[in-house]
């Protein structure tokens, strides 16, 4: 517990720091007109954001920090240096800019859609979560295909539910629309599906602006329209494993396996190919029935990681290590509100 205390006063220093620093671009960027000496303005900052990740042991600080500062809010302070963002022209005050910068958040696209989904869905996923936690007490009974479906279950509750409940937090403080940060990805139909308009969103809306845009628009000078789409997919599959492999170093602090680039490198090139069978096939044959489909998807997203997302996780005995800090959490909390109703108690005294 006392270790916890200290790692939480750290991350409060983190989120201190992160504030300053990019309070400092957002005033930099009124008087810096976009561009190359705007970035290396923004230089000193992304370098921060690199370092802040090492100052934590906890896995779920370690991931916050570098997900949120080292991979996402980089990208977009980059992007923001050209103008080139969503954040072009920057919000009207800094608390938004803040928020745009530093959280896993981006604009709806389409405000007037909703959620087709009834608000229970939610709540069972959170009742879900927390059986998949209390798993890991008896994990060494578990068959290995049963501990094959825990991780990326694990995972996928473990981000959505939290960021939901932040993306909620925002919109109803700051009066936007805002991307849901998953779309219900169990229910892909295709690998494009999955990684384009169900999972993970906003990474995927910024990947596209950072990564995909700019190598597109670049090689098409080279090669045709077509060619130049293909590698720029491939490109930004390429970025987010390597993205994903820095997180895991920060997580684990063990050397880079590459096991985890190799994932998205494979998804990239599938997800090429799917794209060219579907183009071919364009004339309505080899129609596949959506529940057909939906297995087949989440099938190869499932085994692919087990044999290259989670094995070094696994070997570092990270997610073991979620499970028992968010654990640890929940009775954290419990702890101080109960310290909260004593102390509140004796000055009524």
């Known amino acids: 517990m006392r270790e916890m205390e200290e790692e939480l006063k750290m991350f409060i220093k983190a989120w201190a720091c992160a504030i300053i620093s990019v309070s400092y671009c957002y005033y930099v960027s009124q008087k810096i007109k976009a561009g190359v000496f705007r970035l290396i303005c923004f230089l000193p900052v992304c370098a921060l ?11 779920h600080f370690s991931f916050i920090t570098s997900t949120f500062f080292t991979s996402i809010a980089n990208l977009k302070l980059i992007l923001f240096a050209f103008d080139k963002s969503n954040l072009f022209p920057a919000p009207p005050n800094l608390i938004q800019f803040l928020c745009f910068i530093c959280l896993p958040i981006h604009p709806q696209r389409n405000p007037k859609s909703q959620d087709p989904f009834p608000k229970w869905v939610f709540a069972v996923k959170v009742l879900v979560f927390g059986v998949v936690l209390h798993v890991y007490n008896h994990i060494e009974y578990l068959q290995p295909i049963l501990i094959l479906g825990l991780y990326p279950l694990h995972t996928y509750l473990s981000l959505e539910i939290p960021l939901t409940l932040l993306k909620d937090l925002l919109t109803i403080t700051l009066g936007f629309d805002f991307e849901p940060i998953f779309n219900e990805p169990y229910l892909a139909t295709s690998l494009q599906d999955f990684w384009g308009r169900r999972w993970n969103l906003p990474v995927s809306a910024i990947l596209r602006s950072s990564v995909f845009i700019p190598v597109r628009r670049v090689c098409s000078y080279l090669m045709n329209t077509k060619r130049a789409i293909i590698v720029g997919v491939l490109a930004s599959f390429l ?22 680039t190799w994932y998205f490198v494979l998804h ?28 087949l998807t989440v099938g190869f997203v499932v085994l692919s990681a087990g044999c290259l997302f989670f094995p070094q996780f696994k070997r570092s005995g990270a997610m073991e290590r979620f499970a028992g800090e968010s654990l640890l959490f929940t009775d954290f909390k419990h702890d101080l509100f109960i310290f909260l109703g004593v102390a509140k108690y004796q000055n009524n005294m």
């Open 239 to 260: 970025v987010s494993g390597l993205l994903h492999e820095l997180v895991f170093f920060y997580v684990t602090r063990q050397a880079p396996t590459w096991e985890v």
């Open 49 to 59: 954001f690199i370092v802040l990740p090492l100052f934590f042991s906890s896995a």
């Open 268 to 295: 990239g090139v599938c997800t090429v190919v799917e794209v060219i069978v579907k183009r071919e096939t364009s004339v309505g044959r080899w129609v596949v029935r959506p529940a057909v489909s939906r297995l």
